[in-house]
């Protein structure tokens, strides 16, 4: 069983919708982050959470560390949203590294 | 500034030959990784540097060695490409103090080996 799991691993939805693409782990962690890989290949930082919740414009990310879940939501989706999105943890120990989910593919229709 | 970058963007080896990968950046981290990235896979960890003079072995280090002789840059090496290395490669960077981590990747080297 991977470290880091994501669901779903593709995502289709209208221009408009609300997403949430969700985020499980099963160590212990220091951080999570939540990176974007455009369709061009490049991998851009949203945002690293170790509580709470962070909002960054039309993206939300939460984070329950006693169910070791995280979620990152968008709000009025936009075809440029379309990106894999890529959930990743620093675990307790060892935490100069990042250990990665597979992502999750989101794919905005006007 | 360049932020992180990439030399080359593609290559095609054939099997058995050895090439060098080099990642630069400018923002003075001291924390650099090589990456590989497979489709279905996440990425994984291949060797990751805490600084100046400095390597570690990550996740899937075989088949591959690194030099950080300079902070600014870290190489990537094959020895003797193989097939099973044909994959994306990143690089990136990091700084880290108590209230702040962030990776910058590089925009990625796409090899081939046949």
């Known amino acids: 069983k991977n470290e880091v799991e994501q669901s779903p691993q593709n995502l289709t939805a209208q221009e408009g919708e609300f997403i949430t693409i969700n985020c499980s782990y099963s160590?212990?962690?220091?951080?999570l982050h939540w990176l974007q890989q455009h369709p061009g290949g490049g991998i851009v930082s949203l945002f690293m959470?170790?509580?709470g919740k962070k909002k960054h414009g039309r993206l939300i990310a939460t984070i329950n560390i006693q169910e070791k879940h995280s979620s990152l939501h968008i709000t009025a989706s936009h075809p440029r949203d379309s990106a894999v999105y890529i959930c990743?943890?620093?675990?307790?120990?060892?935490?100069?590294?990042?250990?990665f989910g597979t992502g999750t593919r989101l794919t905005i229709i006007p | 500034n360049a932020g992180v970058t990439q030399t080359p963007k593609f290559r095609v080896l054939k099997t058995g030959q050895s090439m060098t990968l080099l990642c630069a950046q400018d923002m003075n981290h001291e924390y650099m990784y090589w990456y590989r990235q497979d489709p279905g896979m996440g990425l994984r960890l291949i060797h990751y540097?805490?600084?100046?003079?400095?390597?570690a072995k990550g996740e899937v280090p075989d088949g591959y060695n690194v030099s950080r002789l300079k902070k600014q840059n870290f190489l990537l090496g094959l020895e003797s490409a193989a097939p099973s290395q044909t994959s994306v490669y990143f690089c990136?960077?990091?700084?880290?103090?108590?209230?702040?981590?962030?990776?910058?990747f590089g925009p990625g080297t796409r090899l081939t080996v046949t």
């Open positions: 540097s805490v600084g100046e003079g400095t390597t």
């Open positions: 160590v212990g962690i220091s951080a």
């Open positions: 959470l170790s509580s």
């Open positions: 990743a943890v620093r675990s307790t120990f060892g935490n100069e590294k990042l250990t």
């Open positions: 990136a960077s990091s700084y880290w103090d108590a209230s702040s981590y962030e990776q910058y």
